[in-house]
T-cell receptor
């Protein structure tokens, strides 16, 4: 699996957009970018994933650069409940029938009132 | 739909004992994975099952084992517990196995094991 690099921590004001960066400079053409988050004492939660195009769902937007070497997860209006560790994961489109995810250290996002 | 259910949520064991953790996936999900989370190592993949067969295994000693039943429920067992096995053990289920749009896992809240 391609490695990802994320800042260890970020702060954001409540109500503002939170932009979480991720570098994945060794990503291959057949690898997706996934984002999960883990709120304290809970299991990780799937947020969004994408291959080439930008993606948006009810939780967030994912912006992937044209060269696919980096991406940004955007929480448009962060709330206190968005305080969590956010994981950026690169995973092959298919990987021999496995659903395995390789988690890094993630970014600890703190949303401040 | 009920989420992934893990039992027990908390347990305390002593070194040398063994422990069995249980996971009930979301109804209709046939793929179950297990992860260990510790402050030092983060989230690490243990193993995954699909249709009662182990499909992938992480880099853990043989003391860690698992199985999946015909109803997709899964158990993992750790024998001869060591202090370092203290961790949050997370189970995740998925409706499809290795599909192109796979990778969307639904996690339970975990079983927190403390080994004294």
């Amino acid at each position: 699996d391609a490695k990802t690099t994320q800042p260890p921590s970020m702060d954001c004001a409540e109500g503002r957009a939170a932009n979480l960066p991720c570098n994945h400079s060794t990503i291959s053409g057949n690898e997706y970018v996934y984002w999960y988050r883990q709120i304290h004492s809970q299991g990780p939660q799937y947020i969004i994933h994408g291959l080439k195009n930008n993606e948006t769902n009810e939780m967030a937007s994912l912006i992937i650069t044209e060269d696919r070497k980096s991406s940004t997860l955007i929480l448009p209006h962060a709330t206190l409940r968005d305080t969590a560790v956010y994981y950026c994961i690169v995973r092959p489109v298919t990987q021999g029938g496995s659903e395995k995810l390789v988690f890094g250290k993630g970014t600890k996002l703190t949303v401040n009132p | 739909k009920a989420g992934v259910t893990q039992t027990p949520r908390y347990l305390i064991k002593t070194r040398g004992q063994q422990v069995t953790l249980s996971c009930s996936p979301i109804s209709g999900h046939r793929s179950v994975s297990w992860y260990q989370q510790t402050p030092g190592q983060g989230l690490q993949f243990l193993f995954e099952y699909f249709s009662e067969t182990q499909r992938n295994k992480g880099n853990f000693p043989g003391r860690f084992s698992g199985r999946q039943f015909s109803n997709s429920r899964s158990e993992m067992n750790v024998s001869t517990l060591e202090l370092g096995d203290s961790a949050l053990y997370l189970c995740a289920s998925s409706p499809r196995q290795g599909a192109a749009r796979g990778g969307e896992l639904f996690f339970g809240e975990g079983s927190r094991l403390t080994v004294l």
